[in-house]
């Protein structure tokens, strides 16, 4: 599951703080608060067919989490949309890309974590990268890690923060032991989600995953469970003990970055049958009908 260079991203032109630059050249202050303490919000989106997959959710994500942390002077939707448009015309972009849009509190006039040094800013970085779905769909291997995920009296996952240190100990921990991924638990050993995607059981035809108290609110994850429900599936956010996850029937997660992907084997221990199995194929199928259908255009 380790991504590749893919040589058409040689030459991609990022977009900070509205001016295009070739990404050799593109880079952000010393004293820009995403260097300072990794304070900034972001969000990966997909761009289909020249339509953004759940573009209405993911702007509602990165407003609510500015909010959250009280960044002040938000680039307003259309603004935000219009620094997308012109970063995906600059590149020639139209299909098989993600994009990374970071907002940072912006750039402080000394070193320090406090927000009044922050006299200028916020600043919208956009970087659309030729990038097709990342996971392996033939089956993951997950490994639970000992980085529990924070509870909302911590640090709330619902703020979608550019500071990753949690996820990233958990898949340098991860990467030791050979897995695809991590499997994190909360403070009280219930499943959370793994290092960058969430997670799903399915037992007896019931799709189960775990409550947003301690990751972030999903959109791929939402947009799953309303799969299920327009579909006749049963489905339901739960609390799910790891002991449940052994004796799942399958088991999948997802995200924006590799969208669905099977979960076969976790902790060494093979899960269901240790194929990709029926349900996950199934809502894989209705969640690319939904892509399809859904997405919002972009570009012109
Ligand atoms: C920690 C974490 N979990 C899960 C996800 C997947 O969420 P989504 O489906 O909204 O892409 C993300 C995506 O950014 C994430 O950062």
């Known amino acids: ?30 004293f820009d608060s995403l260097v300072q ?3 900034g919000v972001w969000e990966g989106l ?18 609510d989490s500015a909010k959250a942390i009280a960044i002040a002077g938000v680039p307003s939707r259309e603004e935000i949309v219009a620094e997308i448009r012109k970063t995906l015309e600059a590149n020639g972009m139209r ?12 750039t402080k006039i000394t070193s320090g974590m406090d927000p009044r040094l922050n006299q200028s800013g916020p600043t919208l970085i956009v970087l659309a990268e030729w990038k097709a779905p990342v996971y392996d769909k033939g089956g993951l291997t997950l490994q639970t890690s000992s980085v529990r995920r924070f509870p909302p009296d911590c640090l709330d996952p619902k703020i979608h923060s550019n500071n990753l240190l949690q996820s ?6 991860t990467n030791a032991a050979g897995a695809d991924a991590a499997l994190l638990l909360d403070r009280d050993g219930f499943l959370a989600e793994c290092n960058g995607t969430h997670v799903f059981l399915v037992r007896r035809g019931e799709v189960l995953t775990s409550h947003t108290d301690a ?7 939402q947009t799953v ?20 996850a052994y004796r799942a029937d399958e088991m999948f997660c997802t995200g924006t970055m590799g969208e669905l992907a099977a979960v076969t084997r976790l902790d060494g221990r093979t899960i269901g049958d240790g194929t990709v199995g029926a349900m996950t194929q199934r809502l894989t199928e209705l969640f690319t009908a939904e892509v399809a259908a859904s997405g919002e255009p972009i570009l012109d």
Do not use: W
């Not at 599951?1 to 050799?24: C, E």
């Not at 469970?225 to 449940?244: F, Y």
């Open 215 to 221: 990751c972030p609110e999903g959109i791929t994850r």
């Open 37 to 39: 303490g990794g304070d």
């Open 225 to 244: 469970l309303d799969l299920c429900r327009s579909n006749g599936i049963p489905a339901r956010p739960a609390r799910l003990s790891l002991p449940e």
């Open 95 to 106: 299909d098989g890309v993600h994009i990374r849009l970071t907002l940072s509190r912006g």
């Open 1 to 30: 599951m380790l991504q590749q260079f893919d040589p058409r991203n040689a030459d991609l032109i990022v977009n900070v703080g509205g001016r295009l630059v070739h990404r050799d050249k593109a880079g952000v202050s010393p």
């Open 46 to 63: 997909r761009l289909y067919d020249g339509k953004i997959f759940r573009l209405t959710e993911h702007l509602d994500r990165l407003a």
């Open 168 to 173: 990233i100990l958990a898949k340098i921990e």
